[in-house]
């Protein structure tokens, strides 16, 4: 008979240890990997155990934070002082334009030498002058009026606006009057069309101001809407009139008096007072209304 093999005694297994690679799974992912439903029965497996640092990090971060606070407080302030010192800046130097432009056109056409000569002094007077400070009115930094109520500047506004129309629509009428008299084509450069636009617009935008100082006219319309039309197409015009002061500049009559460094200066005053109005009426109306919901 053949003897039975007893079967060869097994060695005890040894206990499991925590794996020194900084994970305390039930078993190794290397070992587990291998049988089916690992992850599920061994969830510990991936689970890290230096706790330690991310404590350490976390109180170190909630440390911080405070710090970081007053950082972006003090970042937000500074930022805030600044943009008013340079809107402060911007709109002084669209006062000193503006004045000094309009002077140096009137020296230059010496008006009462001839019929012309009016035309070019009142044209800046109107929108170089008279209709920047008419916008500058409401800025909150370079307002030579900031002690008047909101209704007192509105009033001042007004006033303004109807002086600029005034002297654009007499500047208009000599330069007609000056080109009968020497039989020459009406409106036949591009400075005349825009000139003429521009002088149509101030007188619209003038009468659209009616419905802002007697609200109780236009009874459908929410003052909120008609203040944000009313700046827009203001906007508008403002820009039209700077656009006929800059051909005019172009024209025979400048150019022939005005060269070099001092034609490209006076070309500057236009735009830089045209920059200022459109950062002011921007920043009142046009960005507030497109930031609400």
Same mark, same amino acid.
């Given at each position: ?9 097994? /060695?005890?297994?040894?206990?499991? !240890?925590?794996? !020194? ?45 405070? *710090?970081?606070?007053? &950082? ?17 800046? !911007?709109?002084? /130097? ?11 056109? /009137? ?16 044209? !800046? ?6 209709? &920047? ?53 009406? *409106? ?11 002088? *149509? ?29 009313? /700046? ?53 109306? *046009? ?7």
């Amino acid at each position: 008979m053949h003897s039975i093999r007893q079967p060869l005694p097994m /060695a005890p297994a040894e206990p499991r !240890s925590v794996v !020194s690679d900084g994970w305390t799974p039930c078993e190794h992912p290397s070992e587990t990997a291998r049988r089916p439903g690992w992850w599920i029965k061994h969830a510990c497996a991936l689970t890290p155990v230096k706790l330690s640092a991310q404590r350490r990090l976390r109180s170190m971060t909630e440390r911080l934070q405070p *710090l970081a606070r007053l &950082t972006m407080a003090l970042s937000v302030e500074t930022e805030s002082h600044i943009y008013r010192a340079l809107r402060t800046a !911007s709109g002084a /130097a669209a006062h000193l334009v503006a004045l000094g432009f309009t002077i140096f056109v /009137a020296v230059l056409a010496r008006p009462g030498s001839s019929l012309f000569s009016w035309h070019p002094m009142l044209m !800046s007077l109107a929108f170089s002058f008279l209709m &920047t400070e008419a916008l500058l009115v409401f800025s909150p930094e370079s307002s030579l009026l900031r002690s008047l109520s909101r209704k007192g500047r509105a009033r001042c506004h007004w006033v303004l606006q109807l002086l600029a129309l005034l002297c654009a629509l007499l500047g208009l009428g000599l330069v007609i009057l000056h080109k009968e008299q020497l039989g020459k084509a009406h *409106l036949a450069t591009w400075h005349g069309r825009a000139g003429l636009i521009a002088v *149509l617009w101030a007188g619209l935008q003038c009468s659209g101001g009616v419905g802002l100082l007697y609200p109780k006219l236009l009874p459908r319309w929410p003052l909120a809407k008609l203040k944000l039309y009313h /700046a827009t197409s203001g906007l508008v015009g403002y820009l039209l009139g700077s656009a006929s002061l800059l051909l005019g500049m172009c024209s025979l009559w400048f150019t022939a008096t005005v060269t070099g460094g001092v034609w490209y200066l006076a070309v500057l005053c236009p735009v830089i007072t045209s920059l200022v109005i459109m950062s002011q009426v921007s920043n009142a109306y *046009l960005y507030r209304k497109r930031i609400q919901p």
